[in-house]
C-alpha cells in the first residue's frame, strides 16, 4: 500500500498540464467545514494561493490565514501543556525513577519536538520536498471529470465507500489502498464509476528491515510525475459540507520494490490513458483492468527516507 506519497500539490499545474478547472468552492468549503480544528494538508497546497488573483482565490487566502493563525494558538498552547508534563516527570524522576515518569518524559519530549517542528513550517514559507508529502488522513488535489469538464478537488486520503458511517471508517482504516485484486469486490460500487488521477513524484512504504520498521522512499528513474489511478467517493455529512475522500489503487509490485521488502506499489498510468480512465464505462470493466495492465513501468530507486 502506499503509506505516504510526494505529491504534485500545486492546483495551477493541474490547470497547465491537463487544462484542468480548480473547484474553489470545496476548498473553500474545506476550511470553512475544517475551522480550526486539525485540517492536514500539505504546506505546498496551500501556498499556491497565495498569489491567487481572482475574488474565491483571494477568500480561500484569508480562510487559509484564519486557520493558520488558529493552528498556531493551538500549537503553542500545546507546547506549553507539554513542556509543564515535561518538567512534572523530572522532578518526579529526581525523587524517584519510575517507569510512568520516565515514559511521560520521553512522550513530552517527542510532542514538544513535533510542536516545535510545526510552527517552524508554519512560519517557513520557503518550499521543501517535505511539504509536498501527503499521509492517509491527509488532504490532497485529485483530478475528476464531472459534468464532461477536468477538475480538480481537494480530497481526503482514505476514503469511505458507499453506505459506510464515520464509525465504519474507523474500524476499516486502511482503505487509502484498493487493491487491484479487489476493485471488482469491495471497491465495485466506485470501480467502473467513480476514477480520479493524483500526480505523484515519488512515494514511501514501511518495510521490515531485521524486525524493525523503517521507511523507504522510492523514486522512479528517471524522476517523472506519475498519474496515479485512483477511486473516490462523495459522501453527505448532515449540515456540514460533503466529505470527498480517495484511494489509490495497489498491484502487485515490480521486482525492484519486492525486493526492497514491500508488497504492493502504486499504478501510474499513460498520459494517452488518462481520458479513457477518467470516463470510464460500468459495462466495459475489462477496458478499465487494461488500462492498469497497460501502466507506465519505471525503475524505482530506493533509499532510506530522510
Request: with cysteine; glycine share 4%; proline share 7%.
Amino acid at each position: 500500500m502506499c503509506y505516504s506519497a510526494q505529491i504534485e500539490a500545486d492546483y495551477k499545474k493541474y490547470v497547465k498540464m491537463f487544462g484542468a478547472a480548480m473547484s474553489l468552492r470545496e476548498f473553500a468549503e474545506l476550511y470553512w467545514e475544517h475551522g480550526g480544528r486539525n485540517l492536514k494538508v500539505p504546506i505546498a497546497l496551500e501556498a499556491a494561493f497565495l498569489d491567487a488573483q481572482t475574488d474565491e482565490g483571494r477568500r480561500i487566502q484569508v480562510l487559509i490565514a484564519e486557520a493558520n493563525a488558529l493552528r498556531t494558538t493551538g500549537l503553542e498552547q500545546e507546547l506549553f501543556k507539554q513542556r509543564t508534563r515535561l518538567a512534572d516527570a523530572e522532578r518526579s524522576l529526581e525523587t524517584k525513577a519510575t517507569k510512568t515518569a520516565t515514559e511521560s518524559k520521553r512522550i513530552a519530549s517527542d510532542k514538544i519536538d513535533a510542536a516545535v517542528r510545526r510552527l517552524a513550517d508554519l512560519k517557513d514559507t520557503t518550499m521543501k520536498d517535505g511539504d509536498s508529502r501527503i499521509y492517509p488522513g491527509w488532504y490532497a488535489p485529485v483530478m475528476i471529470v464531472r459534468e464532461g469538464c477536468r477538475v480538480v478537488i481537494p480530497m481526503r486520503y482514505r476514503c469511505r465507500l458507499p453506505g459506510w458511517t464515520e464509525t465504519t471508517e474507523k474500524e476499516k482504516p486502511g482503505t487509502y489502498n484498493a487493491r487491484r485484486d479487489s476493485l471488482n469486490g469491495a471497491w465495485r460500487k466506485l470501480f467502473g464509476h467513480n476514477h480520479g488521477i493524483m500526480v505523484v513524484n515519488r512515494f514511501y512504504e514501511n518495510v521490515d528491515r531485521n524486525g524493525k520498521k523503517v521507511v523507504l522512499q522510492f523514486d522512479p528513474t528517471p524522476p517523472q510525475q506519475m498519474l496515479v489511478a485512483c477511486l473516490w467517493s462523495r459522501t453527505p455529512v448532515p449540515d456540514e459540507p460533503d466529505l470527498w475522500s480517495f484511494a489509490a489503487i495497489t498491484d502487485e509490485p515490480p521486482p525492484e520494490v519486492a525486493a526492497a521488502g514491500h508488497d504492493r506499489c502504486i499504478v501510474p498510468i499513460k498520459p494517452e490513458n488518462a481520458d479513457a480512465w477518467l470516463n470510464p464505462e460500468p459495462s466495459n470493466l475489462a477496458a478499465l483492468y487494461a488500462i492498469l495492465d497497460d501502466r507506465e513501468r519505471p525503475y524505482y530507486e530506493h533509499q532510506m527516507a530522510a
